[in-house]
């Protein structure tokens, strides 16, 4: 076996010194890092409650009373909106719908 080399106390200090410089560093990075992430993760959790708020509503859409399947036609501006499911197609003016009124709910 081969004895160890000594190390200068130049390298020892640059290596120890650079240690402590990470450490310092990586404690400054967290502490800016810190507040950014917990409002990232207010907004997601509050985008989240939404979203599952949406698929409740949608699912209980679906389940199936038959106002949520019935097309609600608007007659205005020349445009006609149809909503199936809350989609709404959007129709040119040329589209005709044979309704007495704008209010017409068709089934």
Request: aromatic share 10%.
């Amino acid at each position: 076996m081969v004895p160890p080399v000594a190390v200068s106390p130049l390298i020892k200090t640059a290596r120890w010194s650079a240690l402590l410089l990470g450490v310092i560093y990586g404690k400054q990075r967290f502490d800016y890092l810190k507040p950014i992430a917990e409002e990232e993760r207010r907004v997601e959790e509050a985008e989240k409650k939404a979203r599952e708020e949406q698929e409740r509503i949608y699912k209980q859409l679906s389940e199936g009373n038959a106002e949520s399947h019935a097309a609600f036609v608007c007659l205005s501006h020349k445009i006609r909106f149809v909503c199936f499911n809350a989609n709404i197609f959007m129709f040119p003016h040329s589209f005709s719908v044979s309704a007495a009124n704008s209010d017409t709910i068709l089934k």
